[in-house]
């Protein structure tokens, strides 16, 4: 009993001896010199082949925007009113050729806080970045908050953001007067005062 006691002990001590080798002789197999010929064969099939001819990418052609001066006129995407036709049937407003080309910020695309009335746009804060310049959180009517630097264009007048400060935002707009010439007009988006309780 003694003896079959000491040989179920030596079992798995031999167990584990077998493992071991079983184990070491697997990893030793794997070191050996694979046979990739069928891969190096393939590489070479790939870089023998010739790159295909790709076309240039066509030129595009730019369109000159067409700008709607008519300020004198009705809007054409309102209904007509019969006051309207009457009172531009006969009038018509010369616009000055004092004034020269509109300015080219007019043809940009517009985007985000500029197809909105500056108006509707609300100081909320300020935010410092790494050089130390200010940018201005401005919230919009559907209580979004953007992020504002110097030089981007904000309200429906191509307004630019000229000037930062804790308390105020200056912006230089684009305004067309009743002869068709583009002037500067300035304005600013003041942070509410706190409203105490």
Not at 88 to 94: G, H, L
Not at 123 to 128: D, E, K, P, Q
């Amino acid at each position: 009993m003694d003896m079959q006691m000491s040989q179920a002990r030596r079992l798995p001590h031999l167990l584990r001896r077998f493992g071991v080798l079983v184990l070491l002789s697997v990893l030793l197999a794997g070191c050996g010199e694979p046979d990739l010929s069928d891969l190096q064969q393939y590489i070479e099939r790939i870089n023998k082949r010739k790159n295909p001819q790709v076309d240039p990418i066509p030129a595009i052609t730019l369109v000159p925007p067409v700008v709607y001066t008519q300020n004198h006129l009705r809007d054409p995407f309102k209904p007509a009113t019969s006051g309207d036709e009457a009172s531009n049937s006969n009038t018509e407003v010369a616009v000055d050729p004092a004034c020269g080309e509109p300015p080219d910020v007019i043809y940009r695309n517009r985007y985000g806080l500029e197809k909105m009335p500056l108006d509707s746009l609300i100081m909320v804060g300020t935010l410092a970045d790494d050089t130390g310049d200010l940018q201005v959180l401005l919230e919009d009517t559907e209580n979004i908050t953007h992020i504002v630097k110097t030089g981007d264009f904000v309200g429906q007048n191509y307004g630019r953001v000229e000037y930062i400060t804790p308390a105020k935002v200056e912006i230089t707009e684009l305004i067309q007067d009743d002869r068709g010439c583009w002037r500067e007009h300035e304005a600013q988006i003041m942070l509410p005062e706190p409203q105490t309780p």
